[in-house]
């Protein structure tokens, strides 16, 4: 017993003293879903249709999104629902969600589905609001807030009113 908390305590230190995103994203992730920067999404939107799929839970998402994101969460995602609501496979699908890594697994789960073109947001919501994009609340109104995820992992939040 002793030595799995003590496994659980060195796990949460590694996570805290990582450095910056990039060293998190590492730590976490596989990169078997392609980034996309957040300025890279951001001219694409100004052009182009790309689909928004938000990786966060409930209450995260309704704090803020990104405009026209659609919510599809982590622990609830549904591939009957994702089909049945974005039958094209071919079509551009950005998924995101705090900083990268719940939207890499649910990217991972879109590539097991057939879809072709999937990115993960580069530092998601965080960076996305720590470059002075707007984000919206569930009634489409420009806010200043972010759910944070948790106190630990908010500090890679440095633009915006944080929200626990």
């Known amino acids: 017993m002793k030595l799995s908390r003590l496994f659980l305590l060195l796990s949460c230190l590694s996570c805290i003293s990582q450095n910056s995103v990039e060293e998190?994203?590492?730590r976490y992730n596989s990169h078997s879903v392609p980034y996309i920067s957040v300025e890279q999404l951001k001219a694409i939107q100004q052009k182009d249709s790309v689909i928004l799929l938000d990786a966060r839970e409930p209450e995260e998402f309704q704090v803020s999104h990104l405009k026209n994101a659609s919510y599809v969460g982590y622990k609830d995602f549904s591939?009957?629902?994702?089909?049945?609501?974005?039958?094209?496979k071919d079509q551009p699908i950005v998924v995101y969600c705090s900083l990268?890594?719940?939207?890499?697994?649910?990217?991972e789960k879109l590539q097991q589905l057939g879809y072709k073109?999937?990115?993960?947001?580069?530092?998601?919501?965080?960076?996305?609001?720590?470059?002075?994009?707007?984000?919206?609340?569930?009634?489409?109104?420009?806010t200043n807030k972010v759910h944070a995820y948790s106190r630990r992992w908010s500090k890679w939040l440095k633009n915006a009113e944080k929200v626990h």
């Open 24 to 26: 998190v994203l590492d």
């Open 117 to 142: 073109n999937i990115q993960n947001l580069y530092g998601g919501i965080f960076e996305w609001k720590n470059n002075n994009y707007p984000v919206f609340t569930s009634e489409n109104k420009e």
């Open 79 to 88: 591939a009957e629902e994702i089909q049945k609501q974005f039958p094209d």
């Open 100 to 107: 990268g890594v719940r939207s890499e697994k649910i990217g």
